[in-house]
């Protein structure tokens, strides 16, 4: 767990703090993020696959990601792996390649090591900019922007209830009682070639930028996440520990990881 200034602009800057538990049930962590400042860059991933390769999956993602980053920084002209998408900025195209990458890496892991059939791992992350927050994502590890009081999903569940929902509306005892509600439709590894939804939202001074792996989410409502977030908001470090207390509290059925990032003026 880490807490700094990194800068977006020379009048924004980014507080950030993150942090990941073993939850109160599992016997072993799959998830994996990290804090890349020196990017504007954040992530969490969630294993699937057991016997530790969904550890390895998620691992595999972040270290991907970051890697990507790091060489298309220093090297514009680098030969990247995918097309362009012409209707996305190079920023959007950026974080989408670096994901589709990732997806790359795993399945091919996955088919070189028996040990890893069948591993992958969810994915959110994004990168900050002064006047944008470029969000990928893949399955259902989520993004939420906490602004002015209120929380706002700013990523869409790749998941079975989700799809769910969208054919018929569910009573909140209904969803809760959905009996499929972790089957995941769209996760890194499971084929050769993975869609990677984009969104690009505009940031404001005193956004708060969640991103956690459904560890949380599964534990404890949005509107609590929302309350401990606010109760917190000049304390990213206690926030994260909050955040992860109320998820395993609440049963810790799962890994629980959380990142907090905050814009600030300089």
């Known amino acids: 767990m880490r807490q700094t200034h990194e800068g977006v602009s020379p009048d924004m800057k980014l507080l950030y703090a993150g942090a990941t538990h ?3 049930k ?6 994996n993020f990290s804090l890349m400042p020196e990017q504007n860059l954040f992530v969490v991933a969630d294993g699937m696959g057991g016997h530790a390769s969904g550890e390895v999956a998620s691992r595999i993602a ?3 990601v970051r890697q990507f980053f790091e060489d298309t920084l220093s090297d514009e002209d680098i030969t990247w792996p995918f097309k362009l998408d012409r209707e ?10 670096s994901v589709k990458l990732a997806n790359k890496n795993i399945f091919e892991s996955a088919l070189a090591d028996p040990r890893y059939k069948g591993m992958g791992t969810t994915f959110v992350g994004f990168v900050a900019a002064e006047d944008a927050i470029v969000v990928g994502h893949v399955g259902d590890s989520r993004c939420y922007r906490v602004r002015d009081g209120k929380i706002e999903q700013l990523t869409e569940d790749h998941s079975l209830l989700n799809d769910y929902k969208k054919i018929q509306k569910l009573t909140p005892e209904e969803e809760e009682n959905f009996p499929h509600k972790n089957i995941i439709v769209r996760a890194l590894g499971m084929k050769d070639s993975v869609e990677v939804d984009v969104v690009t939202a505009t940031p404001q001074e005193g956004d708060i930028l969640v991103l956690c792996s459904d560890g949380l989410n599964g534990e404890i409502s949005d509107d609590e996440i929302l309350s401990r977030v606010l109760e917190f908001e000049e304390d990213l470090d206690g926030g994260v520990e909050s955040l992860i207390e109320g998820a395993c509290e609440n049963g810790g059925k799962d890994n629980v990881t959380v990142v907090l990032v905050k814009y600030v003026s300089d």
């Open 62 to 64: 972040v270290e991907s």
């Open 88 to 97: 996305m900025g190079y920023l959007e195209n950026r974080m989408g390649t």
């Open 26 to 31: 599992r016997d072993h962590n799959e998830d």
């Open 22 to 24: 073993v939850g109160m």
